[in-house]
């Protein structure tokens, strides 16, 4: 089965709020919301790999952040290994900039939206 290292950023602003997209067409798990993140290059650091994804899709430079949690889980034929780091400093303003759905929401709304599965026990511990 296919294994994906992927890093994924949780980003807090000022008023607590918290940064979320919607997967688009054709990606895997499209139309479910999610954080920003993507998948690690061969040989790059998760670290790395989440700042990088997080400048290419929303415009963000995170300039203070911590590992969150880190998690594998299955899907039908994809196994991931999942770094989420929370970002409570950062330069520059959300854009949308592959044609997504960014929004910032309260972490109370989180239960409204629909996320992958793999995400559950992280929205458990950020409610
Ligand atoms: N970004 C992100 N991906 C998640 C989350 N939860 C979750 O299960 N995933 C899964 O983790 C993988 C992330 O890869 P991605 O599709 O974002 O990869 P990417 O940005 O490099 O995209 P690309 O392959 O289109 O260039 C997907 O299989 C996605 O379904 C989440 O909260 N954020
Ligand atoms: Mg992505």
Redesign the pocket.
Known sequence: MKKQN?S?AIVQNEQQQLLISR?QKG???AGKW??????VAEGEAYELAMLR?LKEEVGLTATKYKLFDSLQ?DYDQ?K?N?HFYLVSEYSGEAQSLEGQEVKWISPEQLKDYD??E??VGVINKLL
């Open positions: 992927i994924i997967r990606q895997h798990l999610e954080f920003p993140g993507g998948k994804e889980f994809l991931l999942l996320f992958p793999a995400n």
